[in-house]
C-alpha cells in the first residue's frame, strides 16, 4: 500500500512536468512557483483532515500534480540567470539546499513520530512554510509584473538557442533509469534503516514511533550526506567533461546498490550513506546538460518532458520496491538498471565527441 500510494503521488509529480513546463514558458517561473506553493500547503491541509482512505490518494495525486510545478519553473529560473562555466556550480549549491529539504523531511517525521503525534499532524505543520514561501513568490511576481517572469537581465548569448536534440533524448533515457533507482531506494529508505539501530536508541522507540521512527532518523542522516555530493558535484564540473562525469556516476551507484544488497546491522547505514553522497552527485550535472542541450525559449518544457520520463515513468520504481521486502532482490536489480545508464552516459560521452 505504502508503495501504490508513493506512486500515486510520484506519477504525477513526474508527468506533470511536462504540462508545467509549457506553461512556465508562457507565463513565468515566478508565477507558477507560487502556485506549485500555495496549491501543496492546500492539498497538506486536506491531507492531514479527511479521514477515508480513497480521498488520501485524491490529495497525494494533487499534491503530486502541484508538485510538478517546481523543475521546469526552479531550474528553467537559474539557467536563465547563469552561464555555461557557472552553471553547474549555482545547480550545486541549489541541490544542496534540495538535499537538505529532502533530509529534513524524514527528520522532521521522526520528531512527529517519536513526540506521539500521527501523520494527519505531520501534513498539517508542513501548510505553514509552503504558504509563506508560496506567498513570497506571489508577491516577487506581482512586483514584476509580466508574463515572463524566467527571463533573465543577462544579455543571451550565442549557444543559448542551440538545440542538441539528439543527445537530449539520450539524456532522458538515462534520467528514466536513474529516477527509477531513486524512487525505489528513496521510497523505502526508512524501511531499508529500521531493521537496526545502535545500543543508545534501543529503549527511544518505546516512547513513541517504533522501530520505523529510528528508520525515519537515520534517513534524515543519509540524506543529508547527499548534501555533500551536491557540492562535490558542483565543484568538479566541467563543461567540457560534463557527459562522462555523469556516466561515471552512474557507474559509481552500482557497487553502493549491491552494498545495501548485502548489507545487515551497522553496515546499512553506511551503505545507504555512500549511495546517497554518489548519486546526488548526478543532478547538477544532469541539469546542466539539458540547458546545454536546449534553446532558451524552449528550456522549461525541456525540463519539465525529462522531469516527466525520469521523475514520472521512472517514479514507477516505487511500485517495484514495494512489491517484496527481499533487499538482495531489489537492491541487485537496481544495481544492474544503474549500470545500463552507465552505458547510456558512455553514448552520450560519444556523441559529444562527435558533435565537436
Known amino acids: 500500500l505504502t508503495g501504490l500510494m508513493s506512486a500515486c503521488w510520484r506519477l504525477p509529480w513526474g508527468l506533470g512536468a511536462l504540462l508545467a513546463g509549457w506553461l512556465v514558458d508562457r507565463f513565468g517561473s515566478k508565477r507558477l512557483l507560487s502556485i506549485y506553493l500555495l496549491g501543496c500547503a492546500g492539498a497538506c491541509g486536506v491531507a492531514a483532515a479527511i479521514v477515508p482512505l480513497p480521498m488520501l490518494f485524491v490529495a497525494m495525486f494533487s499534491m503530486g500534480s502541484l ?26 549549491v541549489h541541490g544542496i539546499f534540495g538535499s537538505a529539504g529532502i533530509a529534513l ?109 529510528t528508520g525515519v532518523l537515520f534517513s534524515a542522516g543519509v540524506l543529508l550526506i547527499g548534501c555533500i555530493g551536491q557540492y562535490i558535484a558542483g565543484r568538479i564540473a566541467r563543461p567540457e567533461l560534463l557527459e562522462r562525469q555523469l556516466a561515471l556516476i552512474c557507474f559509481g551507484n552500482v557497487p553502493c546498490l549491491l552494498w ?34 536546449t534553446p532558451r525559449h524552449r528550456r522549461s518544457l525541456c525540463y519539465g518532458f525529462s522531469f516527466a520520463m525520469g521523475l514520472g515513468i521512472g517514479g ?25 545508464a552507465g552505458c547510456i552516459g558512455v553514448i552520450l560521452a560519444r556523441l559529444a565527441i562527435r558533435g565537436k
Request: net charge positive.
Open 67 to 92: 508538485a510538478s510545478i517546481y523543475h521546469p519553473a526552479g531550474l528553467a529560473l537559474i539557467s536563465h540567470e547563469t552561464t555555461a562555466a557557472n552553471r553547474p556550480r549555482a545547480l550545486g
Open 260 to 293: 545495501m544488497a548485502v548489507a545487515k546491522d551497522w553496515n546499512r547505514p553506511l551503505a545507504a550513506a555512500l549511495f546517497a553522497l554518489v548519486h546526488f552527485m548526478h543532478q547538477p550535472i544532469y541539469n546542466s546538460l539539458i540547458a546545454k542541450y
Open 316 to 340: 514507477l520504481g516505487a511500485y517495484f520496491a514495494g512489491q517484496t521486502r527481499n533487499d538482495q532482490l531489489i537492491y541487485t536489480a537496481l544495481a544492474i538498471i544503474a549500470a545500463v
Open 105 to 213: 523531511a524524514p527528520f522532521l517525521a521522526w520528531m512527529f513520530l517519536s513526540a506521539g503525534f500521527g501523520w494527519r499532524q505531520y501534513y498539517g505543520a508542513l501548510v505553514i512554510p509552503g504558504a509563506i514561501l508560496g506567498l513570497v513568490f506571489l508577491g516577487l511576481a506581482i512586483r514584476d509584473g509580466s508574463n515572463t517572469g524566467a527571463a533573465s537581465q543577462r544579455p543571451a548569448q550565442a549557444d543559448d538557442e542551440q538545440a542538441d536534440w539528439p543527445s537530449f533524448f539520450t539524456l532522458t533515457v538515462l534520467a528514466l533509469m536513474q529516477g527509477f533507482v531513486y524512487s525505489a531506494v528513496l521510497s523505502f529508505l526508512a524501511r531499508y534503516l529500521s531493521g537496526w539501530q545502535p545500543s543508545w536508541l534501543i529503549e527511544w522507540p518505546q516512547r513513541g514511533g517504533g522501530s520505523l521512527a
